[in-house]
């Protein structure tokens, strides 16, 4: 139910939308009684993460940005590394990360 509320608070719309669904959001969490488990205990941590991060959540409507390049930069640079074992020196370990993010493939398939 928590990750329901939490992906209905995400397809906000607006700002203020963003911004009344956390708000409804933390309200229900706070009328639910979930110190009664202690399986509940991360749920509760998630919880408490969203109320220290709450002006960060609700920026994130007004700026537009998102990590999304960051993370596919991320997984070029883990695939480098899962391939490039052993490397001495950092330019080996660039020269695999452009072998990977290059269109070298697709440019040397026969047409």
């Not at 991360?42 to 408490?48: F, Q």
């Amino acid at each position: 139910r928590v990750k329901e509320r939490l992906r209905w608070v995400r397809k906000a719309a607006t700002p203020q939308a963003a911004k009344w669904r956390l708000s409804n959001f933390l309200l229900c969490m706070a009328e639910t009684d979930l110190t009664r488990s202690p399986v509940l205990k991360p749920i509760i941590s998630a919880i408490e993460t969203v109320i220290r991060h709450r002006q960060a959540i609700e920026s994130r409507w007004q700026s537009g940005h998102s990590n999304a390049r960051l993370e596919g930069l991320n997984s070029i640079f883990q695939a480098a590394k899962a391939r490039a074992r052993g490397y001495r020196n950092p330019q080996t370990f660039i020269s695999m990360i452009y072998l990977i993010a290059s269109p070298v493939g697709n440019l040397l398939k026969s047409t």
